[in-house]
C-alpha cells in the first residue's frame, strides 16, 4: 500500500500575461506516493476549489510523456531532476515527506507566460514552418519500399524525432537556445535518404528562423540534461556542420540561378 | 424529422465502387478552389492530414484547435502501429483480407463499402507516411518491417517503435505546417469550437472561443470538416489524453447531426490498473505487449505469494486454456471481458486485487532481454516509471479500460453527415469499425479520412455550390449562435456551486464505468440513466466555477464539456439498453451463451442513430439497415 507525504509547495502565479508574478505557499498534506506530480497538483487544486480560492492553472493532455504539454520547472530543473521524465510522469514516490518544492512556468524569453504555469511555446511551431518537412503532396508518394533505409540511419532518425516539442531544453539553457529542439527536427530529416533534396534549404532557413526567437548556443549541456527523451548533444554538432556546409552550397545555388 | 438515412454506397462491384465513385465525382476547377473556404476542426491525424491535402488542393482552409500547437493532438500517444495491406511478409494478406478481418473484427455491424475503400487506401497511407520521412522501423536489409497486432493472424502493421501515433502525426503536422507557410491553411490553436452554425440547411460555419482571452467569434465557411476525435473520456477514466472530449461533435448534433452507436466503446485489455481516487486518466500498454507476453491470474482465489514464487500448475492462462488457435492474440473485447471474469471471481492480482498478470519471462528466456528491450524498451520503461515495478523482474499487472469509441456522428459514404456541407473524420465519426475495432486501424482510419477520402468528396460537395452565393457571418444563425455560447460560459460562472467540475466528471465516470462498461443488463442501465439524470441536475445548480471567463480559465472549459458528457452518457445508456443483443464492444449479459457474445442479425443489422429533439427531449432513434453482400455474417469464433 502507498505511503503518505505532507509537502510544501511555493508555486508561481501571474493572474495573465502582463500581470506581474509572485509565489504563493501550499501545504499539500496526505499525498499518497503513488500519485503522479501532476495528480498531486490535481488534489492541491481540488482543495483550493473547496476554499474558494482559484485552482494553480498548469498543461497537461496526454499525461505518458508523449504529446509534451506538460512544462514545470521543479525546483529549478526543468521536468524535474529525474532523468530522461516528463512532468507527468514523475512520480511522488522520488519525493520525501517534509520535502520543501518550488514550482515554476519553463522559463526563456521566447516563452511568456499565459498564466501561472502556463506558458505560450508556438515559437517552436514557426521553426518548423520555416522548413521541417519533406515536400510531398498527398498522393505523390512512390511505392514506400522502392527506397531502402539502412536500419541503423532509420534508427538514428527515430532517435532524433523522438523529441516532444516540449521545451524543456530551452527553458534548461541559460541563453534560452533552441539548439536542441531544432537539431532534432532538422536531423530526423536530414538523415533520411527521402530528406536529401531541400536537406540545405531546411538547414539554413530552421537555423535562421530559430535566431530569431532564441539565444545562442554556446554548448553547456544542460539542454540535454532537461530533455525528457535524452535527444543527443551529437545532433547540435550535426546540425551545426549541416549549418556551415547549407551556407555555403545555397549561396553557390544562388549564384548559379 | 429526418427522411431515410441514405448511406449513398456507389452501386457496382465492392472492389471498384471507390474507383468508380471517384471517377464520377464532381471536380472543382484548380482556379475555383481557392474561392472556397473550408473550416477544418481538429489537428490530430484526420484534421491536420484533411488540412494539408486540402490546402495543397488549393482550397483555403482555417484549421482550430483547442491545443496550443497541433503536433499534440491526442493521436501523439498511439503506441502500437498501423495497419496497411501490403503483403510485405508474403503471409497471405490483401485489401480483400483485411477488408475481411475488419468487417469481421467489427462485429459485423460496419458499412461493408466503406471498409473496403479503407483497406483500399491503407496501402497509400504508408507510401505517403514513408515519402514524408516517418521513420517506420526497418529490417537490415533496411526494408520496412511488420508485426502481427492484437487479434489478426497476418503480420501487416508499420510501427515506430512503441511512438507510432506520434511519428505519423508528426508527418501530417510537418505537412500541414507547410501549407501554413504556403499561406493555404490558416492555423487557429487554442480556438475551441463551441457550436456549429447551420445556415439555410447547411453548414456554414463554426464559433469558436480563444481560450487565453475568452473572444468568442464567428467563422464562415462553404464547409466545415469535424476531426474532433472520440468521447472516451466520458468514463472519466481512460486511456484518452485530459482534454480530448466530445464538445465539438455533440454542439453539432444539438444542431441536428445525428449521433450513431454511441454504445459501442472499446475496453482495451492492456492498461496499468488504477491506483487510487486520485487517479487522473489510465495508461495503455500497447497490446503489441500481447505477442510476447503472457496472461495469467494464479488458480487460487486466496493466493499470496509473489508471482514468481506461484508454480506453473498453480498459475491459469485463461486466454490459452479457452482459446487454443488465438490465445493471448484474441480481440480486445474477448481479451477484456475474460480479465474481468477473472477478477470478479477475486483471483485478481496486485494490491487492490484488480489486475492480471503479463509475464515477460518465458520471451525473455526465449529471446533474449535485449531482445525484448529492443521491441518494447520505452512501453517497459514507461511502466517501471508508473508503477515502480521492473518488468524484467516481476510480471506486470494489467487490466481493462475505456480507449476507443467506435460510435460518433452518422456520415455516409462521403463522410458527409445528414447535414449537408457537415463532414466528420477519424475518431469522431461512426463509420469503420462497427462495433469494434482492430489494433492499429484507428490510425489508419484517420489517414484515410483526412488524406485520401474527404479531399475528393468535399471537392465534390463544393463543386455544386460554386456560384451560389457564400455563407457570411452576417446570416443571423451566427449572431444568434454567439450569443447562445457567450450566454452559455457566463452562466457556469454564475452558478457558484460547492463541488468542482472534476467532482462531477469523476462521478459520472464511476456511474459510467459500473453499468455500463465492459458488461451491461438491464437494471444497471436504468439505474444509470436515473443517477446520470440527478447528477447533471445537481451538477448544472451546483458546480462551482472560480474566475473569470476572459483569462485562461481551465474550469471554465472543462464546465461546458462535462455538460456535454452528462448527455452523452445519457445517449450511451439509452442506446445500449435498446440494443438488445451482444456486439463487439457492446456486451449485454442478458445475451450470452456462457460468456460468449450472442449477436441478433435479424433485429439489429443496423446502426442506430438518434437525433436531437430538443432539451429535457430523449432523442429518436433512426436505423441504416446494413447489408453484407461479401463478407457474409458469421459467429466471431476466436476458438
Ligand atoms: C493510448 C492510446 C494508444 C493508441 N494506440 C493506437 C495504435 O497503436 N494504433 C491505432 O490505430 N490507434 C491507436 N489509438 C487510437 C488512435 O490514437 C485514435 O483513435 C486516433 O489518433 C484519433 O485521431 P483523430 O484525428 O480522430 O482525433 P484526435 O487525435 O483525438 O484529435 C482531435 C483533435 O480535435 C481537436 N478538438 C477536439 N474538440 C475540439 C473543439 N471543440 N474545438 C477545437 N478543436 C477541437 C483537438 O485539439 C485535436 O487536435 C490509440 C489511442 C490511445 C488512447
Ligand atoms: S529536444 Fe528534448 S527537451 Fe527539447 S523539445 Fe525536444 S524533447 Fe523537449
Ligand atoms: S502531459 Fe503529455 S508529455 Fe506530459
Known amino acids: ?257 | 424529422m429526418i427522411g431515410e438515412l441514405k448511406s449513398n454506397v456507389p452501386a457496382g462491384p465492392m472492389e471498384d465502387k471507390w474507383t468508380n465513385h471517384k471517377f464520377s465525382s464532381k471536380l472543382v476547377n484548380p482556379n475555383n478552389k481557392r474561392k472556397f473556404n473550408v473550416i477544418v476542426v481538429g489537428s490530430g491525424l484526420a484534421g491536420a492530414a484533411a488540412a494539408a491535402s486540402l490546402g495543397e488542393l488549393g482550397y483555403k482552409v482555417q484549421l482550430f484547435t483547442f491545443h496550443d500547437t497541433p503536433r499534440r493532438a491526442h493521436s501523439i500517444a498511439a503506441q502500437g502501429g498501423i495497419n496497411g495491406a501490403k503483403n510485405y511478409k508474403n503471409d497471405g494478406d490483401s485489401v480483400h483480407r483485411l477488408f475481411y478481418d475488419t468487417v469481421k473484427g467489427g462485429d459485423y455491424r460496419a458499412r461493408e463499402a466503406n471498409v473496403h475503400r479503407l483497406a483500399e487506401v491503407s496501402v497509400n497511407i504508408i507510401d505517403q507516411a514513408v515519402a514524408q520521412g516517418v521513420p517506420f522501423a526497418r529490417e537490415y536489409g533496411g526494408r520496412l518491417d511488420n508485426r502481427s497486432f492484437g487479434g489478426t493472424q497476418v503480420s501487416r502493421t508499420f510501427y515506430a517503435r512503441g511512438q507510432t501515433g506520434q511519428q505519423l502525426l508528426l508527418g501530417a503536422y510537418s505537412a500541414l505546417m507547410r501549407q501554413v507557410s504556403l499561406g493555404h491553411v490558416e492555423l487557429n490553436v487554442r480556438s475551441e469550437m463551441l457550436d456549429l452554425v447551420v445556415a439555410d440547411g447547411r453548414a456554414s460555419g463554426v464559433v469558436v472561443r480563444n481560450v487565453v482571452t475568452g473572444q468568442v467569434t464567428a467563422h464562415a465557411g462553404h464547409a466545415v470538416l469535424l476531426a474532433t476525435g472520440g468521447y472516451g473520456n466520458v468514463y472519466y477514466l481512460s486511456t484518452n489524453a485530459k482534454m480530448s472530449n466530445v464538445t465539438a461533435a455533440w454542439r453539432a448534433h444539438r444542431r441536428g447531426a445525428l449521433f450513431a452507436n454511441p454504445c459501442y466503446t472499446q475496453i482495451h485489455p492492456t492498461c496499468i490498473p488504477a491506483s487510487d481516487e486520485f487517479q487522473s486518466k489510465l495508461t495503455l500498454m500497447s497490446e503489441s505487449l500481447r505477442n510476447d507476453g503472457r496472461i495469467w491470474v494464479p488458480t487460487s482465489h486466496d493466493e499470496t505469494r509473489a508471482a514468481d514464487q506461484i508454480p506453473e500448475a498453480e498459475r491459469d492462462y485463461f486466454l490459452e486454456r479457452k482459446y487454443p488457435s488465438f490465445g493471448n492474440l484474441v480481440p480486445r473485447d474477448v481479451a477484456s471481458r475474460n480479465a474481468k471474469t477473472v477478477v470478479d471471481e477475486g483471483r485478481g492480482v496486485g494490491p487492490l486485487k484488480n489486475g492480471v498478470f503479463l509475464d515477460f519471462a518465458e520471451a525473455i528466456a526465449r529471446d533474449g532481454r535485449p531482445a525484448i528491450e529492443d521491441r518494447y524498451d520505452n512501453l517497459l520503461q514507461m511502466y517501471e516509471r508508473i508503477t515502480g515495478d521492473d518488468p524484467f523482474r516481476v510480471p506486470m499487472r494489467i487490466y481493462p479500460a475505456v480507449h476507443y469509441t467506435m460510435g460518433g456522428l452518422w456520415v455516409d459514404y462521403n463522410l458527409m453527415s445528414n447535414v449537408p456541407g457537415l463532414f466528420v473524420l477519424g475518431e469522431a465519426n461512426f463509420s469503420d469499425h462497427g462495433a469494434n475495432r482492430l489494433g492499429a486501424s484507428a490510425l489508419m482510419q484517420g489517414l484515410a479520412d483526412g488524406y485520401f477520402v474527404a479531399p475528393y468528396t468535399v471537392g465534390s460537395y463544393l463543386a455544386d455550390l460554386l456560384g451560389k452565393k457564400a455563407p457570411d457571418t452576417t446570416h443571423p444563425a451566427f449572431t444568434e449562435s454567439i450569443d447562445q455560447v457567450t450566454d452559455q460560459t457566463k452562466q457556469w460562472l454564475s452558478v457558484k456551486g460547492t463541488k468542482s467540475v472534476d467532482h462531477y466528471h469523476r462521478e459520472l465516470g464511476k456511474i459510467m464505468w459500473e453499468h455500463v462498461g465492459m458488461a451491461r443488463n438491464q437494471p444497471g442501465l436504468e439505474k444509470a440513466m436515473s443517477e446520470i439524470s440527478a447528477l447533471h441536475d445537481e451538477f448544472r445548480t451546483n458546480v462551482r466555477v472560480l474566475g473569470s471567463g476572459d483569462t485562461l480559465n481551465q474550469s471554465l472549459e472543462k464546465a461546458g464539456r462535462v455538460d456535454d458528457f452528462f448527455e452523452l452518457g445519457m445517449l450511451l445508456a439509452r442506446d445500449a439498453l435498446e440494443r438488445e443483443e451482444s456486439c463487439g464492444g457492446h456486451f449485454r449479459e442478458e445475451h450470452q451463451d456462457d460468456g460468449e457474445a450472442l449477436r441478433d442479425d435479424e433485429n439489429f443489422a443496423h446502426v442506430a442513430a438518434w437525433e436531437w429533439t430538443g432539451d429535457g427531449k430523449p432523442q429518436v432513434r433512426h436505423k441504416e439497415e446494413l447489408t453484407f453482400d461479401v463478407v457474409h455474417p458469421s459467429t466471431r469464433s476466436y476458438k
Not at chain 1, 510523456?65 to 512544462?71: D, L, N, P, R, Y
Open chain 1, 1 to 257: 500500500m502507498s505511503k503518505h507525504l505532507n509537502l510544501t509547495l511555493k508555486v508561481w502565479r501571474q493572474d495573465g500575461p502582463d500581470a506581474q508574478g509572485r509565489f504563493e505557499t501550499y501545504e499539500a498534506r496526505g499525498i499518497a506516493d503513488d500519485a503522479s506530480f501532476l495528480e498531486m497538483l490535481d488534489v492541491v487544486n481540488e482543495r483550493l476549489i473547496g476554499e474558494n480560492k482559484e485552482p494553480i492553472t498548469f498543461e497537461s493532455d496526454c499525461r505518458e510523456g508523449i504529446c509534451g504539454t506538460c512544462s514545470l520547472t521543479i525546483n529549478g530543473m526543468p521536468h524535474g531532476k529525474e532523468k530522461g521524465t516528463a512532468t507527468c510522469q514523475l512520480h511522488m514516490r522520488k519525493f520525501s515527506d517534509g520535502d520543501h518544492i518550488t514550482i515554476e512556468p519553463f522559463r526563456a524569453r521566447a516563452f511568456p507566460v499565459i498564466r501561472d504555469l502556463a506558458v505560450d511555446r508556438s515559437a517552436l511551431d514557426r521553426i518548423i514552418e520555416a522548413g521541417g518537412f519533406i515536400s510531398v503532396n498527398t498522393g505523390a508518394a512512390p511505392e514506400a519500399n522502392i527506397t531502402p533505409v539502412p536500419k541503423s540511419v532509420a534508427d538514428a532518425a527515430m532517435d532524433a524525432a523522438a523529441c516532444i516539442g516540449c521545451g524543456a531544453c530551452v527553458a534548461a539553457c541559460p541563453n534560452s537556445a533552441g539548439q536542441l529542439f531544432t537539431a532534432a527536427k532538422v536531423q530526423h530529416l536530414n538523415l533520411l535518404p527521402q530528406g536529401q533534396a531541400e536537406r540545405w534549404k531546411r538547414t539554413e532557413a530552421m537555423v535562421e528562423t530559430m535566431e530569431e526567437y532564441f539565444g545562442s548556443c554556446t554548448n553547456h549541456g544542460e539542454c540535454h540534461d532537461a530533455c525528457p527523451k535524452e535527444i543527443s548533444l551529437d545532433f547540435i554538432a550535426y546540425l551545426n556542420r549541416d549549418y556551415i556546409k547549407a551556407k555555403v552550397k545555397n549561396r553557390k545555388l544562388a549564384s548559379q540561378s
